[in-house]
């Protein structure tokens, strides 16, 4: 998320056209990281029951088939957007001004080569999570944004290269993280580890094992991100300070959403080990010990990222009016996120991990057609409310969600799946 955060703040400094270019691209970015995410999400709670059920030949093969779908997925979808970006773009946002679009095409391009590494990196991640060695993904992840901050300071103050040196330093960061983590998972001294024979040789019935996981999951992340792409398409009819403006406070959202964001492969991890090893009761109690401590951590976050807002901004070479707009649209994401996201974000997580994938998939498809889309366009522009009429939509969706997830919770039907 930090690689974003520097993109956009490094990038102020070369306008709000390049600043409103590179956050549009990054919200249609998302789209595929969270496919990718998804993907290596369905194969953690794969691998995670072999690990919890103490089969390390199946942990092997369910992991290195991961990353051979991982890879194979990811480079399609590279090559897809390198030859449609234009077509893409003008369809998403086709009425933005022409430097704005000019910015997007730019940083999408560069940004599309990166895909592999995003679905390689996510995929191993997602493993070594899943043995519970996540030291390793924390350092790889601080080297990483280093590499990045490093190079958007060369690129943009430097080389002068304004988008484009934003974008590069971001593909480095990512190549370096993908390399890192494949080479670590095959180390044998892994609970699971990748073995180039297992890779190269597709298995029909773990692919589909992993998949029964990923798809509904993928389904949902992929439909709620096109949501955010196209309430950015309505984003885009307000002009270039309330694009820039929601920009920037998408950067402080997505730091919000980090206790959140963090908590769901512990889930994925802790439940997914639960029912591998057939212990429903410790499943039972541990999704409600994470709860807890999800609720309580994200609380805390939150007031911190937005007492952060008003330093932070200092930073930002951003008109007043931006400014001025940015701390509302804060205020309401933190306030909402730190109290329902818990539950509609993280907590369906041990749901998929227990093999309920289907009721968090049509939760969400509900949420996100009907409150986030419906209600945007109702706000947004029906009551003229911008781009704060958005986000106010965006938390009636998390709110419905979080109740439909502790019915879901209570029903107790998700401990009656089976994965593995």
Not at 77 to 93: A, P, Y
Not at 165 to 171: E, M, N, R, W
Not at 183 to 198: E, G, I, S
Request: aromatic fraction near 12%.
């Amino acid at each position: 998320m930090l690689v974003g955060i520097a993109d956009t703040l490094m990038i102020s400094y070369a306008g709000e056209a390049a600043v409103s270019g590179v956050s549009l691209v990054n919200m249609f970015n998302t789209i595929f990281i969270y496919l990718f995410t998804a993907l290596a999400s369905g194969g953690a709670v794969v691998v995670s029951q072999y690990i919890g059920n103490k089969e390390q030949k199946n942990g092997n093969l369910s992991t290195s088939q991961l990353m051979t779908v991982s890879f194979l997925f990811s480079t399609v979808m590279m090559t897809v957007i390198l030859f449609s970006n234009k077509q893409l773009l003008g369809l998403l946002f086709g009425r933005v001004e022409t430097d704005v679009m000019e910015a997007c095409v730019t940083y999408l391009r560069i940004s599309a080569y990166s895909f592999p590494a995003i679905a390689v990196y996510s995929a191993g991640a997602a493993v070594y999570r899943s043995m519970g060695r996540t030291k390793a993904t924390m350092v790889i992840a601080i080297a990483a944004n280093v590499i990045n901050v490093i190079g958007n300071a060369i690129g943009i103050f430097v080389l002068h290269a304004r988008v484009a040196g934003v974008a590069y330093p971001s593909l480095i960061a990512r190549v370096f993280s993908a390399v890192v983590i494949f080479a670590l998972c095959f180390q044998k001294k892994n609970a699971v580890f990748l073995r180039w024979k297992l890779m190269l040789t597709l298995k029909c019935d773990m692919i589909k094992r992993i998949l029964h996981i990923a798809v509904p999951n993928g389904i949902e992340s992929g439909l709620f991100q096109l949501a955010k792409v196209a309430l950015s398409s309505i984003t885009a009819l307000f002009g270039t300070a309330q694009i820039a403006a929601n920009g920037v406070a998408q950067s402080f959202w997505s730091m919000a959403a980090l206790i959140g964001v963090a908590m769901g492969p512990a889930f994925i991890t802790v439940i997914g080990r639960c029912m591998g090893a057939g212990d429903a009761e410790a499943a039972d109690y541990y999704m409600r010990k994470l709860l807890k401590i999800t609720l309580a951590a994200s609380i805390v976050w939150n007031i911190l990222i937005f007492t952060a807002v008003f330093p932070v901004m200092k930073l930002y070479a951003l008109s007043e009016e931006t400014v001025q707009l940015v701390i509302p649209l804060v205020l309401i994401h933190n306030s909402f996120n730190a109290l329902f996201f818990p539950l509609a974000g993280p907590f369906p997580n041990g749901l998929r991990a227990a093999g309920d994938v289907k009721f968090p998939m049509y939760a969400a498809l509900f949420t996100t057609v009907i409150c986030r889309v419906a209600l945007s366009v109702v706000f947004a522009i029906w009551l003229d409310m911008g781009v704060i009429g958005i986000a106010w939509a965006m938390c009636a969706d998390w709110m419905i969600k979080a109740v439909m997830m502790a019915l879901r919770y209570q029903s107790g039907k998700w401990k009656n799946y089976k994965v593995i």
